[in-house]
């Protein structure tokens, strides 16, 4: 077994700052025992003498306008679920280890990344954007890995250690409590390897079963059971602003973060996405939803944000926006193309449904659609305007239809039985009798006839049996 | 004295005389070749660059009045384009193009788009976007009063997109300047369908074709000799044209009354 832990030291700050390090003064508070304290402070306010564990009053006494953020156990929680999303590329044995670990099981990707260097580098290079500072250590067991990575955090790089490696550091790094740590203080043991020396049994009637079952684990005479990562069936995520956007092209690079988690997870679940909900807290109170349906399901963020970013321009926004949710529920398979290997230029299946999302944007959904037929007998019945590329071709009509048809058939002045569209018309084919639809109240009862203009333009036409008016309906073009 | 007199035709077969017409139709001097598309009717293959519509680039097409022939004229290309996994794309059509027309025609349904605008901006916008996109095999438009920058743009979209653009205009602007690389002209429809080539590539355009009308001839005869026929339509069916296609016109037998 070999795991790698990627532990976060300053997690709670890298949500709030979500990529962007702010230039202000920023600290994350915790209150404790009724005292409002700094848990984190970013590197402006580490500069104005700010320092972890100091009190609120303390720290806006030494900065004047410090942002103080409250400290929130949820948003890690749901920040190491996504990572565990984004780690589900490299192997499907990952456990999220206390605040900010994250545990990856790795030996059985190791053939296909080539290597633990290999595996490593690719860790570090897709690493989200906004998670530093962070280490990043591969030991033979679990527990191992969590102490080197927490006993070399923010190193910002891979680091490989061998189990003989833990005897030389200090019990601080120990993964038990904070009083028993003390214990150990007292009793003189200062490095692992003084307390490994130490008969387990004896360790385990002072320290109890749980601590020598963390030292078996630590040192692999227990083995950790094998954790599986479970994807959940739907995706939501969210994103919380330091400062609220009143303008919406300001929501672009958010929006840009949320769609790139869901872009790993539909790459893990091997799935795409053709309809999803964001959904806008705003100053308000109130939560504007904005769904996005795209014509065709995508997985790629590079196909999903030119879209996004086209509907982006047309959103109002009713209220500043607080808080920028995105939710997923309905996924489908992957689509996988083949192409073509002599025609290079075939377009693949996304660009066809991009450009009618990118009509469909400007011109409206209605004003783009595909032609489709139904098996109907009435000629304004028997065509739909389809969803682009669903256009179903049915073998109806053994007779000759027309290239055009009138939306609305035009009514005509008759002359002598006849009908006059500028000039009279005669007659060259007919009737076709079309009597039917009495059952949806659009009856038609007409004998449609092929007529000729002076000119050889050849008509479509008929003659209503029930009035006997005659309507213009379509144009021959051939 | 006239057994002398050299034919004129005999004079330009003479190896010696080079004409500019000739050397752009080989390949040598040619910067690429173009695929063509055949429209079906020979007459018109036969004056066209390469032997039919050039598939990449903006063709134009100038009519008296819609419905003169025009979508006839390009049925067939339309039809084999079609047959691609691209959008065959109509921007702004006069009418509806009727779904089980299109299907008699040999046109595949689920590649064909139907875009309406209500502005003329967005009808060339539009266009353009389909035609760059390369998704598109053709786009047929109608756009009001297209200048020619904005052909010109349509035609660098195209060769961008790969796509062939049919510019439907009304005869009245053909005066007007075009960049677009192949105009063709449209006549009053009669019995058969007029037209020319007024601008091509490589050579000169062409005097007026009459091309007929696959499966027209029975339906004329029929009013040439009858006139009294259109008021009696039982008793005056056509018969059946020979080799009708599925394109033919009077395809079916009729069984009205």
Redesign the interface.
């Known amino acids: 077994m070999l795991w790698a832990c990627l532990h976060f030291p300053a997690l709670a700050l890298n949500l709030v700052e979500q990529g962007a390090p702010a230039a202000q003064p920023l600290v994350v508070e915790i209150t404790r025992k009724q005292r409002r304290l700094v848990l984190y402070a970013n590197q402006p306010a580490l500069q104005s003498g700010i320092v972890p564990g100091m009190t609120i009053p303390t720290a806006q006494s030494l900065v004047r306008n410090l942002q103080c953020q409250p400290y929130s156990p949820d948003g890690e929680q749901q920040a190491l679920q996504q990572l565990g999303h984004w780690a589900y590329e490299f192997t499907p044995h990952i456990r999220p280890h206390g605040q900010n670990n994250l545990l990856l099981e790795v030996s059985h990707s190791l053939k296909l990344f080539n290597g633990q260097q290999a595996l490593a580098q690719q860790l570090l290079q897709q690493l989200p954007a906004g998670f530093t500072p962070f280490s990043l250590a591969f030991a033979d067991t679990d527990m191992a890995a969590l102490l080197f990575a927490q006993a070399h955090e923010s190193s910002n790089q891979a680091l490989f250690f061998s189990l003989q490696d833990v005897h030389d550091y200090d019990v601080q790094w120990l993964d038990i409590a904070t009083a028993q740590k003390e214990l150990l203080y007292s009793m003189g043991i200062r490095t692992v390897g003084q307390l490994l020396a130490l008969p387990r049994d004896t360790l385990g009637k002072r320290f109890g079963d749980a601590f020598t079952h963390y030292l078996n684990l630590l040192t692999g005479e227990r083995k950790s059971p094998l954790p599986h990562w479970n994807l959940p069936p739907q995706f939501q995520t969210e994103l919380d602003f330091v400062q609220e956007l009143d303008n919406a092209q300001h929501l672009l690079f958010p929006i840009r973060h949320l769609l790139s988690r869901l872009e790993h997870y539909l790459y893990a679940r091997q799935s795409a996405v053709s309809r999803f909900l964001f959904s806008l807290l705003l100053r308000s109170r109130q939560t504007q939803s904005w769904p996005i349906e795209l014509a065709t399901p995508m997985h790629r963020l590079a196909d999903i944000l030119p879209l996004v970013q086209l509907k982006l321009e047309t959103l109002q926004l009713a209220a500043p926006v607080l808080t920028l949710r995105l939710r997923a529920d309905q996924f489908h398979g992957l689509h996988v193309q083949q192409r073509d290997l002599f025609r290079p230029?075939?377009?693949d299946h996304i660009?066809?449904y991009?450009?009618?999302d990118?009509?469909q944007t400007?011109?409206g959904k209605q004003?783009?659609?595909?032609?489709?037929?139904v098996s109907d007998h009435r000629?304004e019945h028997?065509?739909?305007?389809a969803t682009?590329?669903?256009?179903?071709?049915?073998?109806?009509?053994?007779?000759?239809?027309?290239?055009?048809?009138?939306?609305h058939p035009q009514k005509l002045r008759s002359k002598k039985?006849?009908p006059v569209y500028h000039v009279p018309l005669?007659?060259?084919?007919?009737?076709?009798?079309i009597d039917t639809g009495w059952w949806d109240n659009t009856p038609v009862n007409r004998?449609y006839?092929i007529a000729?203009q002076g000119?050889?333009?050849h008509l479509w036409v008929y003659r209503d049996r029930d009035n006997q008016d005659w309507f213009l309906h379509?144009?021959f073009?051939? | 004295m006239s057994a002398a007199k050299p034919q004129l035709n005999t004079i330009l077969h003479h190896p010696a005389i080079w004409r500019a017409a000739d050397g752009m139709r080989s390949k040598q001097c040619r910067q690429q070749d173009f695929a063509t598309v055949a429209t079906g009717y020979h007459a018109l293959d036969q004056v066209l660059p390469e032997g039919g519509l050039p598939v990449t680039g903006v063709t134009e097409i100038l009519c008296p009045h819609w419905g003169c022939g025009e979508v006839e004229l390009v049925s067939s290309a339309l039809a084999s384009l079609s047959q691609q996994a691209r959008w065959l794309v109509w921007v702004n059509p006069p009418w509806m193009p009727y779904a089980p027309a299109l299907m008699q025609q040999g046109i595949a349904l689920e590649n064909t788009l139907v875009v309406h605008s209500q502005q003329d901006k967005d009808t060339l916008w539009a266009m353009e976007q389909c035609l760059s996109s390369g998704a598109c095999s053709a786009v047929q438009g109608w756009p009001r009063n297209p200048t020619p920058q904005h052909i010109r743009r349509l035609q660098l979209a195209a060769q961008k997109g790969n796509s062939l653009c049919l510019l439907m205009r009304p005869q009245a602007q053909m005066q007007q300047p075009s960049p677009a690389p192949l105009r063709l002209e449209m006549g009053p429809l009669q019995q058969e369908l007029q037209v020319r080539v007024v601008k091509c590539r490589g050579h000169w355009g062409s005097p007026w074709l009459r091309l007929a009308r696959p499966g027209h001839h029975s339906s004329t005869t029929l009013h040439g000799n009858a006139p009294a026929a259109a008021h009696k339509p039982a008793a005056t069916l056509p018969t059946r044209p020979v080799g009708a296609c599925a394109t033919g016109f009077y395809s079916a037998p009729h069984s009205g009354g």
């Open positions: 230029q075939q377009p660009s066809r991009q450009l009618v990118r009509l400007r011109l004003q783009v659609h595909s032609l489709g037929m000629p028997c065509w739909y305007s682009p590329g669903q256009g179903q071709a049915l073998q109806h009509p053994s007779e000759q239809r027309p290239f055009w048809l009138l939306q039985g006849l005669q007659l060259l084919k007919g009737p076709e009798r004998d006839y000729q000119n050889g333009q379509g144009l073009s051939l």
